[in-house]
């Protein structure tokens, strides 16, 4: 019997680049909020469980989401990995796959968690990270491998030398995890970075210290990778997601 996969959905940044007093995840895409879009792909791979993180605007966030999905609120807000330790307070023990995505990609879709899901379990690794390439990087955490090519760590664009800045496979920050591993880690994530938070992107050179496997899933849909930080993007999105609701027309 396969495991049970549940799904977290990091929905708690107020979007400063947004200029707006609107959650960020509650600005519409296609006429809906584009958390929305990130709830109805992670729905279609039936999940055991979804749970949303949410901090700025929560009330506002939970108030506009009918969904069948549990809320935890991250108050204050000490990065992404402080964000997933508080979401694993409401995943059930019999989740065996977690899989961690964002409200503000709302281009992303049901096939690639499937895939990551797939990948997770027919390589029998504790992580699976969605990367993609990117030319000229943009300030995404980079994607360090080894000498044999397998994934070493994640390097936030922050905390990059120069030589790491100039690699072009970003961590698009979507992740399959599995569950037991994931919560080893978590209990040992440290802040001692440019940003004094706690990175989730740290838990895959811990992973890696514990001996466990890691992979990494190249994807060359760029567009589903797109994040929501400002107008610009948000513009772009829409536009996207027009022209493929055409298509699948």
């Given at each position: 019997m396969n495991p049970k996969t549940s799904v977290v959905i990091l929905a708690a940044g107020k979007g400063?680049?947004?200029?707006?007093?609107?959650?960020?995840?509650?600005?519409?895409?296609?006429?809906?909020?584009?958390?929305?879009?990130?709830?109805?792909?992670?729905?279609?791979?039936?999940?055991?469980?979804?749970?949303?993180?949410?901090?700025?605007?929560?009330?506002?966030?939970?108030?506009?989401?009918?969904?069948?999905?549990?809320?935890?609120?991250?108050?204050?807000?000490?990065?992404?990995?402080?964000?997933?330790?508080?979401?694993?307070?409401?995943?059930?023990?019999?989740?065996?796959?977690?899989?961690v995505s964002y409200g503000d990609m709302p281009l992303l879709t049901a096939?690639?968690?499937?895939?990551?899901?797939?990948?997770?379990?027919?390589?029998?690794?504790?992580a699976v990270v969605l990367t993609t390439t990117m030319d000229p990087p943009p300030a995404f955490g980079r994607i360090v491998r080894d000498a044999a090519g397998q994934l070493l760590s994640i390097v936030?664009?922050?905390?990059?030398?120069?030589?790491?800045?100039?690699?072009?496979?970003?961590?698009?920050?979507?992740?399959?995890?599995?569950?037991?591993?994931l919560k080893r880690a978590l209990a040992r994530l440290r802040n001692n970075n440019?940003?004094?938070?706690?990175?989730?992107?740290?838990?895959?050179?811990?992973l890696r210290q514990d001996g466990e496997r890691v992979e990494a899933m190249h994807s060359d849909d760029v567009e589903a990778c797109i994040g929501v930080n400002d107008l610009d993007d948000l513009a772009r999105v829409e536009q996207i997601m027009a022209r493929r609701t055409r298509h699948k027309h």
């Open positions: 400063t680049r947004m200029r707006s007093e609107l959650p960020k995840v509650l600005h519409p895409v296609a006429q809906k909020p584009m958390l929305l879009h990130a709830i109805e792909a992670a729905q279609k791979i039936d999940p055991a469980q979804i749970v949303v993180v949410v901090g700025y605007g929560a009330g506002q966030v939970q108030d506009a989401i009918d969904d069948d999905v549990d809320f935890v609120l991250q108050q204050p807000q000490l990065g992404t990995g402080h964000a997933a330790q508080l979401a694993l307070q409401k995943i059930r023990d019999d989740a065996g796959d977690l899989i096939d690639i968690f499937r895939d990551l899901r797939a990948a997770r379990r027919r390589h029998q690794v504790s936030e664009d922050k905390d990059c030398s120069p030589a790491q800045k100039a690699i072009t496979e970003v961590n698009v920050a979507v992740y399959c995890f599995a569950l037991g591993p440019a940003q004094n938070e706690y990175y989730l992107t740290d838990v895959i050179a811990l």
